[in-house]
């Protein structure tokens, strides 16, 4: 996939997304430091 890109630290975004599978990877939920949602708006899927 190739496109722009924004980095969304909203914290009502990432718990929009939250699904509980993720604390495997994030044990502090959206208050994990660091924690972004990449929102890509394609323009060209090889």
Do not use: N, Y
Request: hydrophobic residues 45%; charged residues 25%; neutral net charge.
């Amino acid at each position: 996939m190739q496109g722009k890109a924004d980095l969304l630290r909203d914290r009502a975004a990432l718990s929009e997304h939250w699904v509980p599978d993720l604390a495997r990877w994030f044990a502090q939920g959206i208050d994990t430091p660091g924690i972004v949602l990449i929102h890509v708006r394609d323009s060209r899927v090889h």
